[in-house]
């Protein structure tokens, strides 16, 4: 198996004789055995030291006298082996006063010798008198190779007389790794076990069980927020552009496309008028793409600390990478990054260092995390995140035409159990000029009302009435509409197709006044 990019600079690092490396994992036992093959490979031994059993050689034979920090840095500094030493959660030590100095004083003797110091814990603390000594290296999480030998291993075992079977095609094979890629291989593990038990078969509906898994992560994280990919690009209506855009890249994040030499999708963002079906389309593609839909809430970073809000933003991308390939959505960005140019008078320039952090991740990542972010106020947001190559493409979602507005009748008529066939869809679709997709919504939820009070089922007249009763945002906010149009006339793509857009919106809205 070929090693990742952070083991093969561990091995460097050791044969540069680098005294002090801080390795940051949540895997011990897969960080010990990585280790334990460069200590072969350079012909050294390696030795485990914890709070709990003392120094352990590769054995499990262990000096339980050693288990005081201070007594396992005295043996390491005398001792002439040619050894890693590993030192688990010591991160929980490393603040004393008394650790701080026998590590520095460490640090000659280690790089005149054959021995390394490897401190491995899942949290990061570093002292500042230890900030110049210690390297710290991130321990990737399982790439593909390795979360395709556990699959394997489960295959093996259902073709020995197991009682499970394993019915997974080479395609949806590769399909089962890419929703694993972001789990610890304990956590993969887990997942097909719990996929197993369920109705002793493996197979690719069992996507959903390994998506539940990294739901367990977002909810650790508490920075992100997991959402249930419940909706689906049928109960949108309209949109044929936007759709198809989407449609398009739904299998570049295969390995079949990067052979191909095509990257992955960077992401979108979505500019319209409020009720236009903008939230709910990033809920769509995560269930068009079966990928986990992730949401950030910019007011959560914002920490009362100094440098809690960039170390926030930090963790959320983290956490973010970690489970990839996902959709990052990030509802009424406007809002979050509002405030950025004066930031310097304000809040010390906290804002501004956030955004940077963030605009410098779209401009370099390299984990598929595409980002799904949708804005009501254009004039709002910053102009440097719409710069080409941060985000692949700029959407406008528009109000919906006449033949956009029956497909969304129909669609809301549906859903509460009732017979689009039965109520005039043409005439709803025309007296509903300027109608938002959620304004139409909530027509049919009044109409509803009125049935139910009534003890009867509605009727065409009873969604009429509701229409006539509503003042539609298009006419109270007229005139920041028409700013928001004339802004994505040529700074933006449409989201719908020309062929559907039916007469002037603006002429549309105007016959609105007539139920007013």
Same mark, same amino acid.
């Given at each position: 198996?070929?090693?990742?990019?952070?083991?093969?600079?561990?091995?460097?690092?050791?044969?540069?004789?680098?005294?002090?490396?801080?390795?940051?994992?949540? &895997?011990?036992?897969?960080?010990?055995? !990585?280790?334990?093959?460069?200590?072969?490979?350079?012909?050294?031994?390696?030795?485990?030291?914890?709070?709990?059993?003392?120094? $352990?050689?590769?054995?499990?034979? $262990?000096?339980?006298?050693?288990?005081?920090?201070?007594?396992?840095?005295?043996?390491?500094?005398?001792?002439?082996?040619?050894?890693?030493?590993?030192?688990?959660?010591?991160?929980?030590?490393?603040? +004393?006063?008394?650790?701080?100095?026998?590590?520095?004083?460490?640090?000659?003797?280690?790089?005149?010798?054959?021995?390394?110091?490897?401190?491995?814990?899942?949290?990061?603390?570093?002292?500042? /008198?230890?900030?110049?000594?210690?390297?710290?290296?991130?321990?990737?999480? #399982?790439?593909?190779?390795?979360?395709?030998?556990?699959?394997?291993?489960?295959?093996?075992?259902?073709?020995?007389?197991?009682?499970?079977?394993?019915?997974?095609?080479?395609?949806?094979?590769?399909?089962?790794?890419?929703?694993?890629?972001?789990?610890?291989?304990?956590? !993969?593990?887990?997942?097909?076990?719990?996929?197993?038990?369920?109705?002793?078969?493996?197979?690719?509906?069992?996507?959903?069980?390994?998506?539940?898994?990294?739901?367990?992560?977002?909810?650790?994280?508490?920075?992100? /927020?997991?959402?249930?990919?419940?909706?689906?690009?049928?109960?949108?209506?309209?949109?044929?552009?936007?759709?198809?855009?989407?449609?398009?890249?739904?299998?570049a994040f295969a390995v079949k496309a990067r052979e191909y030499g095509l990257p992955e999708p960077k992401g979108?963002?979505?500019?319209?008028?409020?009720?236009?079906?903008?939230?709910?389309? $990033?809920?769509?593609?995560?269930?068009?793409?079966?990928? #986990?839909?992730?949401?950030?809430? !910019?007011?959560?970073?914002?920490?009362?600390?100094?440098?809690?809000?960039?170390?926030?933003?930090?963790?959320?991308?983290?956490?973010?990478?970690?489970?990839?390939? $996902?959709?990052?959505?990030?509802? &009424?960005?406007?809002?979050?990054?509002?405030?950025?140019?004066?930031?310097?008078?304000?809040?010390?320039?906290?804002?501004?260092?956030?955004?940077?952090?963030?605009?410098?991740?779209?401009?370099?990542?390299?984990?598929?995390?595409?980002?799904?972010?949708?804005?009501?106020?254009?004039?709002?947001?910053?102009?440097?995140?719409?710069?080409?190559?941060?985000? +692949?493409?700029?959407?406008?979602?528009?109000?919906?035409?006449?033949?956009?507005?029956?497909?969304?009748?129909?669609?809301?008529?549906?859903?509460?159990?009732?017979?689009?066939?039965?109520?005039?869809?043409?005439?709803?679709?025309?007296? %509903?000029s300027g109608f938002s997709g959620a304004e139409i919504e909530q027509t049919v939820i009044a109409a509803l009302?009125?049935?139910?009070?009534?003890?009867?089922?509605?009727?065409?007249?009873?969604?009429?009435?509701?229409?006539?009763?509503?003042?539609?945002?298009?006419?109270?906010?007229?005139?920041?509409? +028409? %700013?928001?149009?004339?802004?994505?006339?040529?700074?933006?793509?449409?989201?719908?197709?020309?062929?559907?857009?039916?007469?002037? #919106?603006?002429? +549309?809205?105007?016959?609105?006044?007539?139920?007013?």
């Amino acid at each position: 198996m070929t090693p990742n990019t952070s083991e093969r600079e561990i091995e460097i690092l050791i044969r540069a004789r680098y005294p002090l490396i801080y390795l940051v994992s949540w &895997e011990e036992s897969r960080a010990e055995n !990585m280790l334990s093959a460069v200590a072969s490979r350079q012909g050294k031994r390696i030795l485990i030291w914890s709070v709990t059993r003392g120094l $352990c050689d590769s054995q499990q034979a $262990c000096d339980k006298n050693l288990r005081e920090p201070q007594a396992a840095l005295e043996f390491i500094e005398k001792s002439d082996q040619r050894a890693i030493f590993v030192l688990c959660d010591f991160h929980a030590y490393i603040q +004393d006063a008394g650790i701080i100095r026998r590590l520095r004083d460490l640090v000659s003797s280690l790089k005149a010798s054959y021995k390394t110091l490897v401190i491995l814990s899942p949290q990061l603390t570093i002292p500042i /008198e230890l900030e110049k000594d210690i390297t710290v290296v991130d321990y990737d999480l #399982p790439g593909a190779d390795e979360l395709e030998s556990v699959l394997n291993q489960v295959t093996s075992a259902s073709q020995d007389g197991s009682r499970f079977r394993v019915q997974l095609n080479p395609e949806e094979k590769e399909r089962l790794i890419q929703a694993g890629l972001g789990m610890t291989l304990t956590e !993969m593990e887990n997942a097909l076990a719990k996929a197993i038990v369920q109705d002793s078969t493996l197979d690719v509906r069992d996507m959903d069980t390994i998506l539940q898994e990294k739901k367990q992560i977002i909810r650790k994280s508490r920075l992100l /927020e997991y959402f249930e990919a419940k909706e689906e690009f049928g109960q949108i209506g309209g949109l044929e552009i936007l759709k198809d855009w989407l449609g398009k890249r739904g299998s570049a994040f295969a390995v079949k496309a990067r052979e191909y030499g095509l990257p992955e999708p960077k992401g979108i963002l979505l500019l319209g008028v409020q009720g236009c079906g903008k939230s709910m389309t $990033c809920k769509a593609i995560s269930g068009l793409w079966k990928l #986990p839909l992730l949401r950030l809430d !910019m007011g959560s970073v914002f920490g009362g600390f100094i440098g809690q809000s960039e170390e926030n933003m930090r963790r959320a991308i983290k956490t973010a990478e970690s489970i990839s390939p $996902c959709i990052l959505w990030l509802d &009424e960005i406007e809002k979050g990054l509002s405030g950025t140019q004066s930031s310097n008078f304000s809040d010390g320039g906290t804002t501004a260092r956030v955004f940077s952090t963030f605009l410098t991740w779209l401009q370099e990542k390299k984990k598929p995390v595409f980002i799904a972010a949708t804005a009501n106020n254009i004039q709002s947001l910053p102009p440097e995140l719409l710069r080409k190559g941060r985000l +692949d493409e700029i959407f406008f979602i528009d109000l919906p035409t006449m033949k956009e507005r029956r497909d969304i009748f129909a669609i809301h008529l549906r859903k509460v159990k009732r017979d689009p066939e039965h109520f005039g869809l043409d005439q709803l679709a025309q007296l %509903s000029s300027g109608f938002s997709g959620a304004e139409i919504e909530q027509t049919v939820i009044a109409a509803l009302y009125e049935g139910f009070h009534q003890n009867r089922d509605i009727n065409h007249s009873d969604v009429v009435q509701s229409l006539q009763a509503i003042v539609p945002l298009s006419k109270t906010m007229r005139e920041d509409i +028409d %700013s928001l149009r004339e802004w994505a006339q040529t700074r933006a793509r449409p989201a719908s197709s020309p062929e559907n857009t039916g007469s002037n #919106p603006i002429l +549309d809205r105007a016959k609105n006044l007539e139920f007013s």
